[in-house]
T-cell receptor, first 113, second 108 residues
Framework: DAGVIQSPRHEVTEMGQEVTLRCKPISGHDYLFWYRQTMMRGLELLIYFNNNVPIDDSGMPEDRFSAKMPNASFSTLKIQPSEPRDSAVYFC???????????FGSGTRLTVV | QQPVQSPQAVILREGEDAVINCSSSKALYSVHWYRQKHGEAPVFLMILLKGGEQKGHEKISASFNEKKQQSSLYLTASQLSYSGTYFCGTRSGNKLVFGAGTILRVKS
């Protein structure tokens, strides 16, 4: 299995631009999580899906952030418009059931200038 | 509520032991442990379930004290490859809340 696949690995964009991060979970995993990691705030859960349905988006910072999961093998996290404070590493993770270990993707390092 | 990890950082020489603690103000039903190396993604080590059942990594052990709402990760005879940041995660509903992490550095 190729694991959780995220793209791009690095993204540098100008303030105000739209950014789309992509994630392909492990086949058969029914939970998908989006986390953001910064030095100041650590690993924060943004949103998670169960069977492609968004369950809890209480961690999404504001309306500029949106996430979708159109099918079991693909999810996107979109920031529009982006701001410098959105600079962070964004991880996607998947799991089989909510109670078991998560497999994280390699992450997308986002820099907004 | 975010679990509290201690210590924040620890430096060891190869072969020494270390203990990393994770405590919660809420009742714990399970605790996850992950290790993240610099510039990489967190990697699942093991899960501790209420009732004492342990799963996951064989070379690193952990305990789970439900009464104290605490879990401890034990790294014995540390190796250079153990270096990284260790996170515990506690469950809140169906989502995992991570502690701030413990930085472990093993020197030769």
């Amino acid at each position: 299995d190729a694991g959780v696949i995220q793209s791009p690995r690095h993204e540098v964009t100008e303030m105000g631009q739209e950014v789309t991060l992509r994630c392909k979970p492990i086949s058969g995993h029914d939970y998908l999580f989006w986390y953001r990691q910064t030095m100041m705030r650590g690993l924060e859960l943004l949103i998670y899906f169960n069977n492609n349905v968004p369950i809890d988006d209480s961690g999404m910072p504001e309306d500029r952030f949106s996430a979708k999961m159109p099918n079991a093998s693909f999810s996107t996290l979109k920031i529009q418009p982006s701001e410098p404070r959105d600079s962070a590493v964004y991880f996607c993770a998947s799991s089989f059931g909510a109670a078991w270990g998560y497999t994280f993707g390699s992450g997308t390092r986002l820099t907004v200038v | 509520q975010q679990p509290v990890q201690s210590p924040q950082a620890v430096i060891l020489r190869e072969g020494e032991d270390a203990v990393i603690n994770c405590s919660s103000s809420k009742a714990l039903y399970s605790v996850h442990w992950y290790r993240q190396k610099h510039g990489e993604a967190p990697v699942f080590l093991m899960i501790l379930l209420k009732g004492g059942e342990q799963k996951g990594h064989e070379k690193i052990s952990a305990s789970f004290n439900e009464k104290k709402q605490q879990s401890s990760l034990y790294l014995t005879a540390s190796q250079l490859s153990y270096s990284g940041t260790y996170f515990c995660g506690t469950r809140s509903g169906n989502k995992l809340v991570f502690g701030a992490g413990t930085i472990l550095r093993v020197k030769s």
